[in-house]
C-alpha cells in the first residue's frame, strides 16, 4: 500500500485484500480449470460495495473515482486474476454510459449494475477488426423508429452473461471520413437476433467469460444510441481513457502478487543447503520485480489521479497501461522461474499468474498500440 493514498483510499485497499482473501482462494483452481465462476461472489461484492465505485451516487454507486476502481482492481488481481477480472468487469460500458449516455439509459441501466442485478459487456473487437477500429463492419441502419444491427463481435467479455452489451456499430458506412461512421448502440441481450458462444480454451483469466457475438437483424429502439451519431469513435476513446486504468491496477496486482509469491518461495525453497534467498542471482529478480511494481504503480496512480480531476493525459495512460502490463509479464515470468518445475503446474498460483498476465499486453489495446499513442503525442 502507498503512503500518497488517503485513508479512506487505505480503508478500501484493505477492505477489498480482505474479501479477496476470503472468498478467492479456495475456488480459483477449480473455476480456472473447468472455466467457469459463481456468480454468486459477484453479488457478494456489489452488496458490499466493490462493484462500480466510480459511478456517481445519483445512480447508486459511490462516487469514488477511477483510482478507487484500480485499487480494488489491483488488490482482486493479487489475490487471482480470473475472479478478479469475471467481478469487476460486469460494469465494462458503464463508464461509457456515465460519459455519453441519456438520463433515461444512466437511470435504468447503472443502479442495476451495482446492485448486482444486471451485467454488462461492449463489444467493439471483430474477426477482422482488432487494434485498427475502424475497419469494424457491424451495421446498425435506421428502419422507422428501430436501429437494425448486423454483424460479428468477437472476443466480447461477459457477451454469454450480461444483460447490456454496448455495441460499435456503422451508422453512417457511406461518410467518406472512417472516424465519423460509427455510433455506440445498447441491445439487451434477450433481444430477438442477438446470440452468444463461448470462447474456451483461454491461456488464462478463465473464470471470465469472453464470447463471440452474431447480430442478425437486432431490432433495438433509437432511442438505444448512445452519445452522438456519428461520435462512436471519439467516444471509444474517452471511454478507453478510462478503461484502460482499470488494466493498470490488474497488471500492478498480478506484478505485485508473482514478487509476494517469489519472496515467500526463496526463503522457505532450499537447494545447494541455503534458501533460495541466499543466491544473489534470485535476490536481483526480487529487488528487480519489486523497482517495477512501485514504478508501473505510481504511473496509474498519476493517470488515473489526473483523470479523476478531469485532466486526460493521453500518452500518460498509455505509458501506465503499456509498462503495467510488461512488467506484470516480466515479473510473473522471473516467478515462475524462481518456482522451477512447480511453477509450470497449475495448482500454483504462480502458473495461474502466468497465464493470466499475457492478456494484460493484448486487450484495451495492444502495448504496441500504447506506443504508438505515446509516440504520436511526442512527435506531434
Ligand atoms: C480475454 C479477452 C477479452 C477481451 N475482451 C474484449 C471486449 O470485452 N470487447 C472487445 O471489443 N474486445 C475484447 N477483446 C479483444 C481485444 O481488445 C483485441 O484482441 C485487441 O484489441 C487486439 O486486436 P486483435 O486481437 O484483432 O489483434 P490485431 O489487431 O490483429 O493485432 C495483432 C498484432 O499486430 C499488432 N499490430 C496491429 N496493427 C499494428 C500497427 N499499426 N503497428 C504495429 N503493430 C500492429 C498488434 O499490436 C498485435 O501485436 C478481448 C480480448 C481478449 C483476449
Known sequence: MDFTLSKEQRDIVRAARKFALGEFPDRALEFDREETFDLDLWRKACELGFVGVFIAPSYGGAGMG??????????????????GQAILSTTFGSELIGLFGSEDQKKMILPQLVSGQAIMGTAITEPDAG??????????????????????????TNGNIANYILVFCQTDPKNPTRHERYSFILVQTNTPGYTSKKITGKMGIRAS??????????????????????????????????TRLHICGQAVGLARAALEESIRHTKDRHQFGAPLASFQVTQFKIAEMATWVRAARNLYYEAAWLVDQGKIDHALISMAKWFSAEIAVRCVDEAVQIYGGYGYIDEFKVNRLYRAAKVLEIYEGTKEMEKIIISRTLLR
Open 66 to 83: 477511477f483510482l478507487e476502481h484500480c485499487l480494488i482492481n489491483e488488490e482482486f488481481w493479487a489475490v487471482d486474476p480470473g475472479i
Open 131 to 156: 487494434s485498427d477500429v475502424t475497419s469494424a463492419t457491424t451495421t446498425a441502419a435506421k428502419e422507422g423508429n428501430k436501429w437494425v444491427i448486423n454483424g460479428n463481435k468477437m472476443f466480447a
Open 209 to 242: 467469460d469472453t464470447a463471440e457475438i452474431v447480430l442478425r437483424n437486432v431490432r433495438v429502439p433509437l432511442a438505444n444510441l448512445v452519445g452522438k451519431e456519428g461520435e462512436g469513435f471519439h467516444e471509444l476513446m474517452a471511454f478507453f481513457n478510462r
